[in-house]
């Protein structure tokens, strides 16, 4: 059966950033809010990193109230989707009558609409990547029949869409990992190590600052600084050092060489 993305990739018109499209959102238009319900909206970790903090909660409590856990059926990777109220209407749980309550730390799906992005690309920068208008048949928004006109460019930009862009770009790279490519899949063990580390991440600081992690590996002293308050840092290690070492065993962690000479005694190997 064909996937969506691959009915997006054949059959949506290509937009370039000077594209021109007209819509609005605000509170003039007869719609608002209204499509802020009953839809699936997948949260990067970078999203959950920012609406964890503005609501002054940790990662695993926004989590358990917040979201619903999925796995992705091409790669089999563990994701989350934003858990609409338990209502007939089935709202954002950050909806009001005066629009987002966490406006300013909104996920990424909400500040491209109405734009999708669809992309064949593959590590290496092979394939393509280009923007859509979501312009579904029964769709309720009356946004498209506004006179704003943006182009593509416009639109991302006053968005800040390009902040999470660049947020989420290793991320992004680690699920286009040739592993996933080469349609292989994560045990258990990884899946859950993968969850925890890219969406709890006030549980991974945990791991590393309340467990020997800093005894096995060599991380230097300005950089444990770092990880301990700055959110943004620890995601970025997170992803493109940890998850690269213990999913891929790429060389991105330094071992400390007393680890090695016990990893090797505990495997029975004579060490020299």
């Given at each position: ?231 943004e840092a620890l995601l970025e ?23 090695l000479e016990r990893g090797a ?8």
């Amino acid at each position: 059966m064909e996937s969506f993305r691959e009915k997006i990739l054949r059959d949506s018109p290509r937009l370039s950033p000077e594209s021109k499209f007209r819509f609005a959102c605000n509170p003039e238009v007869p719609c608002f809010g209204k499509c802020c319900a009953n839809v699936n909206i997948f949260l990067t970790p970078y999203d959950v990193l920012r609406m964890k903090n503005v609501l002054g909660i940790t990662s695993a409590d926004f989590l358990e109230r917040y979201t619903i856990p999925l796995l992705l059926e091409e790669q089999q990777l563990p994701v989350v989707v934003l858990r609409m109220e338990d209502d007939d209407e089935q709202k954002c749980p950050f909806v009001s009558d005066g629009g987002c309550t966490i406006y300013d730390d909104r996920p990424w799906s909400c500040r491209m609409y109405p734009l999708g992005l669809a992309t064949s690309k593959i590590p290496g920068g092979e394939g393509e990547e280009f923007c859509f208008v979501v312009e579904e048949g029964d769709t309720i928004c009356q946004g498209f029949n506004e006179d704003r006109e943006w182009t593509v460019e416009e639109w991302l930009k006053d968005q800040d869409v390009n902040v999470f862009n660049r947020k989420s770009e290793s991320y992004m790279q680690l699920t286009l990992h040739p592993h996933f490519l080469e349609n292989k899949q994560l045990d258990e063990r990884q899946m859950q190590e993968f969850f925890k580390t890219c969406y709890d991440i006030d549980g991974f600081r945990r791991k590393l600052f309340e467990s020997s992690f800093f005894d096995r590996f060599d991380i230097s002293d300005d950089v444990k600084e770092q990880l301990k308050v700055d959110d943004e840092a620890l995601l970025e290690f997170a992803i493109t050092k940890w998850l690269r070492f213990a999913l891929f065993r790429e060389n991105t962690m330094v071992v400390k060489d007393g680890e090695l000479e016990r990893g090797a005694k505990a495997l029975g190997w004579k060490v020299e």
